[in-house]
């Protein structure tokens, strides 16, 4: 669960008894009621602050009603993001803006990971205002690295830049991804074997290949 603390006004209406406090991943819903809270005071001196615990993400969308004395329920709240910005959709940024042309959902993926291996929790439960830029950079490199592992244990085609370092498809890809690792070991305080260890790729779903990865020489081979 995650703590969300919400400021509102409630409407000028001494029949309400109760707030209704709604969940969604999605701006748009469905919506999922986390809590109903009674202790709202007394009309006119409602609350206008609540914290509730009982969230399931403290990034999603959340929306909130009212009750009242005959237990009718208003229309939900506008929606919104009680904490705007994700570590996840910060490292998401970076590496986009570094030139990586892979699906925003793929790097989100990949960053998701990266996030959960260096904090030990959620990556989702970490505030982006408590990493600093040197970690973040770290990360970000870490993530870029993955992609690139990503693609090779697949044997996509492609080749991008990002930032100082050029990735292209070939005999270039193992130092790029030894460069990546090693860029992102000094930023996040780490030795290159084990940002090399956080960095191995994990086996997709429906794929039919078995991945080695080497880390002594920085080789992805795959296994019929």
């Given at each position: 669960?995650?703590?969300?603390?919400?400021?509102f006004v409630?409407?000028?209406?001494?029949?309400?008894?109760?707030?209704?406090?709604?969940?969604?991943?999605?701006h748009?819903?469905?919506?999922?009621i986390?809590?109903?809270?009674?202790a709202?005071?007394?009309?006119?001196?409602?609350?206008?602050?609540?914290?509730?615990?009982?969230?399931?993400?403290?990034?999603?969308?959340f929306?909130?009603?009212?009750?009242?004395d005959v237990?009718?329920?208003?229309?939900?709240?506008?929606p919104?993001?009680?904490?705007?910005?994700?570590?996840?959709?910060?490292?998401?940024d970076?590496v986009?803006?570094?030139?990586?042309?892979v699906?925003?959902v793929v790097i989100?993926?990949?960053?998701?990971a990266v996030?959960?291996?260096?904090?030990?929790?959620?990556?989702?439960s970490?505030?982006?205002s408590?990493?600093s830029?040197?970690v973040?950079s770290?990360?970000?490199?870490?993530?870029?690295?993955?992609?690139?592992?990503?693609q090779?244990?697949?044997?996509?085609?492609?080749?991008w830049v990002?930032?100082?370092?050029?990735m292209?498809?070939?005999?270039?890809?193992?130092?790029?991804?030894?460069?990546?690792l090693?860029?992102?070991g000094?930023?996040?305080g780490?030795?290159?074997?084990v940002?090399a260890?956080?960095?191995?790729?994990?086996?997709?779903?429906?794929?039919?290949?078995?991945?080695?990865y080497?880390?002594?020489r920085?080789?992805?081979?795959?296994?019929?």
């Open positions: 669960m995650a703590t969300v603390k919400f400021n409630l409407p000028d209406d001494p029949r309400i008894t109760a707030i209704r406090i709604y969940e969604s991943s999605h748009e819903g469905p919506w999922g986390i809590e109903t809270v009674t709202i005071g007394t009309y006119p001196d409602f609350i206008t602050t609540y914290t509730t615990d009982e969230a399931i993400n403290a990034y999603d969308w929306s909130l009603s009212t009750i009242n237990g009718v329920e208003s229309t939900l709240s506008d919104q993001r009680i904490i705007d910005t994700s570590l996840v959709d910060v490292i998401t970076r986009q803006s570094r030139g990586v042309a699906d925003e989100r993926q990949e960053a998701e996030i959960e291996q260096y904090f030990r929790a959620n990556p989702y970490i505030d982006p408590t990493v830029f040197q973040q770290g990360l970000t490199y870490l993530t870029m690295a993955r992609l690139l592992i990503g090779l244990s697949t044997g996509e085609s492609s080749s990002a930032g100082l370092v050029s292209k498809q070939g005999s270039t890809s193992e130092d790029s991804i030894e460069a990546l090693t860029l992102a000094q930023l996040l780490f030795g290159f074997s940002v260890r956080m960095a191995t790729p994990e086996i997709a779903g429906g794929l039919s290949k078995v991945i080695e080497n880390i002594s920085l080789q992805v081979t795959s296994i019929e």
